[in-house]
């Protein structure tokens, strides 16, 4: 009897790592399109490294890799932020979609692929929106108080221009601060 609860066990903690991965994929992708920079550093480890593939050709000077949590949220994240909404009255939103997530799970590391698509665009004044399609790698270590990326590989595969007039809505943290 012992075995199987041993086994339950170990079933048990597997799901949860599965959900926890899930989790801090959602929460990136949330922690982004909020802008909250601070919280999105936490989902790195402190030597991480991100490797941006195809991103020269439309966001000049993002391309390449970055070591560490700092330089991954101060030279690229802050960095992309900043270039995109440097114009008066433009304002940067994001929107990410991550899907089709394939995990591979072994002990305190994990590896996943993942597809995304993405929408960004420089608010009112904005007569086009970015649409982009690529691809997530991910490989995360298990930390004491969570899973975090210690290496993401974010890769562009298709993106285009499209026109775009009267663009408006709410930003993510204006939705996020209303109580349900």
């Known amino acids: 009897m012992e075995t199987s609860l041993e086994r339950l066990a170990e079933r048990l903690q597997y799901l949860e790592d599965l ?15 909020s802008g909250d920079l601070e919280a999105l550093g936490d989902i790195f480890t402190e030597d991480a490294v991100v490797e941006m593939c195809n991103f020269d050709s439309f966001m ?3 391309g390449g890799e970055y070591h560490g949590r700092k330089s ?5 994240y802050q960095r992309g ?24 799970l072994k002990g305190d590391e994990a590896t ?32 004491e108080d969570r ?3 210690s290496f993401l590989r974010v890769s562009v595969r298709y993106r285009a221009l499209i026109d775009a007039s009267d663009v408006g809505g709410e930003s993510l943290n204006d939705i996020l601060a209303r109580p349900f």
């Open 19 to 33: 959900e926890s991965i899930r989790h801090t994929c959602r929460d990136y992708c949330m922690r982004l399109d």
């Open 60 to 62: 000049p000077g993002l």
């Open 72 to 76: 991954i949220i101060d030279d690229l």
């Open 81 to 104: 932020a900043s270039a995109s909404s440097d114009s008066p009255g433009t304002i940067f939103t994001t929107g990410h979609i991550n899907t089709n997530m394939q995990i591979d």
């Open 112 to 143: 996943t692929l993942a597809y995304w698509l993405q929408e960004l665009s420089m608010g009112p004044a904005a007569t086009n929106a970015q649409m982009m399609f690529g691809t997530y790698q991910h490989r995360l270590r298990r930390e």
């Open 147 to 149: 899973w975090r990326f």
